[in-house]
Every structure is written in C-alpha cells, then in structure tokens.
C-alpha cells in the first residue's frame, strides 16, 4: 500500500524553474519504480520521466531533455522532479506514480498508485 502525495507545484514565467516533490508512505517504497506523468488539457496522460528503486536509472521523453531531472532519496521516501527552462508547453497537471516494477516502465496502466496531481502553469 503507497500513498503519493505530491507539492510544489505553481505559476512560473518561461524559462524559470520548479522543483515537484511527491512525498510517498508505505514500507516498501524501495521497491516500487517511480514515475511523473503530466496531463494537459484537452490533451491525453503523457508519461514525462520514471526513475528505478535505487535512483540508477532513468527515462524522461525527448520533449523535457536536458532540461527535467527525476530522482528520488529512498531515505526520505520522496521523488523529485526538478524542471528548469520552463515552456508554456510545459503547462500541466503532474502526477506522481507508483509501479510496482524493478525496470523502468511508461505506460500509464503499469502504475497502481497515483498521486492527487499539483497544477504546473507557466506563463509566457
């Protein structure tokens, strides 16, 4: 059983940053993968970035390279999505999720856990 409770979310200007934090209860955090997803609207669920137990690995799709970064500190039972280099484009509801998985997955359906999602919106 995973609670996900995610923050940090706000208005930006373009070009700016933000640091997500999805904050996680549950004794076997270590052992879920990790992952952000966005959903924008009038726009499907987009899978944004995922992150395996020990914070080795990770994915993020071509639109946020270079410019967003998924970890997490298991010890803190946190994952984090820091994004610099804000775009309108950008502008989502980001949710946090749980997949009970030891490779990274992507899809949407893999992950049993959600978040409640925190609104990003960056202006131009």
């Known amino acids: 059983q995973v609670q996900l409770v995610e923050s940090g979310g706000g208005l930006v200007q373009a070009g700016g940053s933000l640091r997500l934090s999805c904050a996680a209860s549950g004794r076997t955090f270590s052992s879920y993968v990790m992952g952000w997803f966005r959903q924008a609207p009038g726009k499907e669920r987009e899978f944004v970035a995922a992150?395996?137990?020990?914070?080795?690995?990770?994915y993020d799709v071509d639109s946020v390279k270079g410019r967003f970064t998924i970890s997490r500190d298991n010890a803190k039972n946190t994952v984090y999505l820091q994004m610099t280099s804000l775009k309108p484009e950008d502008t989502a509801v980001y949710y946090c999720?749980?997949?009970?998985?030891?490779?990274?997955?992507?899809?949407?359906?893999?992950?049993?856990?959600w978040g409640q999602g925190t609104q990003v919106t960056v202006s131009s």
């Open positions: 999720a749980a997949a009970r998985a030891v490779v990274l997955v992507t899809t949407a359906g893999r992950y049993g856990y």
């Open positions: 992150v395996t137990w020990s914070g080795a690995s990770t």
